[in-house]
């Protein structure tokens, strides 16, 4: 499965933003999904995730409560709604497949999008 995030941009503090990913391919419902961010300087970390067709997620402290995952099967689309945005959650934001929430958790992904850059002003 091909994989391409977007949505990213320039907002300031407390505003809102919702990534976007699209996949190719008929499998994508078979597939758990997930988003990561690698700030500047930074290893690559896990924000969230969410099962095949159950909804199951799970987040990154960081990011809970302010952050939901979702997936539309019927479209081949995954989005990370980012609700409160601080300047701490400027990264490039990249989606990806996997098949476990336990290894997507891990960043042990099959599947990687390109990144979409999300800056967060003060």
């Known amino acids: 499965v091909q994989l391409q995030a977007f949505g990213g941009g320039l907002v300031q503090a407390v505003d809102s933003l919702r990534l976007s990913c699209a996949a190719s391919?008929?499998?994508?419902?078979?597939?758990?999904m997930g988003w990561f961010r690698q700030a500047p300087g930074k290893e690559r970390e896990f924000v969230a995730v969410?099962?095949?067709?159950?909804?199951?997620?799970y987040y990154a402290d960081s990011v809970k409560g302010r952050f939901t995952i979702s997936r539309d099967n019927a479209k081949n689309m995954a989005y990370l709604q980012m609700n409160s945005l601080k300047p701490e959650d400027t990264a490039v934001y990249y989606c990806?497949?996997?098949?476990?929430?336990?290894?997507?958790?891990?960043?042990?992904?099959?599947?990687w999008g390109q990144g979409t850059q999300v800056t967060v002003s003060s």
């Open positions: 990806a497949a996997g098949e476990s929430t336990q290894d997507l958790r891990s960043l042990l992904c099959d599947y």
């Open positions: 969410i099962s095949r067709s159950l909804g199951i997620t």
């Open positions: 391919g008929s499998t994508f419902s078979s597939y758990v």
